[in-house]
């Protein structure tokens, strides 16, 4: 089992952080725009976890040099009853073993939808939290 995927499934936030570079660029499946930076995408990851109802990771694909690597999961989302995701986490890890793209698609389009939702009412809290992130990070640098 990946390290990401044991870090996910036991909702290890600390060790999902530890896993991303300064510089990753996570690409949402619900926002045109992509996000850069360490504080943003553990923060948005942090939301997910928050929406994610009984997430589990369903496969595991990767490359021969294990540098790309796609998790397929299947999920609900916690206060909406009914609604079932599949998507996947395609991850590339950078020289120091670290991701630094990571992006997220998901199906069916009511589900896209519902978790649009869900994390948009999240978002106030993903920025509170990734300015917190990003000044921890910054201490922690010295």
Same mark, same amino acid.
């Given at each position: 089992? =990946?390290?990401?995927?044991? @870090? /996910?499934?036991?909702?290890?936030?600390?060790?999902?952080? @530890? *896993?991303?570079?300064?510089? /990753?660029?996570?690409?949402?499946?619900?926002?045109? $725009?992509?996000?850069?930076? $360490?504080? !943003?995408?553990?923060?948005?990851? #942090?939301? &997910?976890?928050?929406?994610?109802?009984?997430?589990?990771?369903?496969?595991?694909? +990767?490359?021969?040099?294990?540098?790309? +690597?796609?998790? &397929?999961?299947?999920?609900?989302?916690?206060?909406?009853?009914?609604?079932?995701?599949?998507?996947?986490?395609?991850? =590339?890890?950078?020289?120091?073993?670290?991701?630094?793209?990571? *992006? /997220? *698609?998901?199906?069916? !389009?009511?589900?896209?939808? @519902? !978790?649009?939702?869900? *994390?948009?009412?999240?978002?106030? #809290?993903?920025?509170?939290?990734?300015?917190? !992130?990003?000044?921890?990070?910054?201490?922690?640098?010295?």
């Amino acid at each position: 089992m =990946h390290p990401f995927r044991k @870090a /996910v499934e036991e909702r290890d936030e600390g060790a999902i952080q @530890a *896993m991303l570079a300064d510089t /990753v660029t996570f690409t949402s499946p619900v926002a045109f $725009k992509p996000y850069v930076g $360490k504080p !943003l995408t553990a923060a948005i990851l #942090r939301g &997910v976890l928050r929406v994610f109802e009984d997430f589990r990771y369903v496969r595991e694909i +990767h490359d021969d040099a294990g540098r790309d +690597h796609a998790l &397929v999961f299947e999920t609900g989302l916690a206060g909406v009853p009914g609604v079932k995701i599949t998507g996947c986490d395609f991850l =590339h890890f950078n020289d120091d073993g670290l991701i630094d793209d990571f *992006m /997220v *698609m998901v199906r069916p !389009l009511s589900g896209a939808r @519902a !978790l649009s939702e869900a *994390m948009g009412a999240q978002f106030d #809290r993903i920025q509170r939290e990734a300015a917190e !992130l990003a000044d921890q990070f910054a201490t922690a640098r010295g």
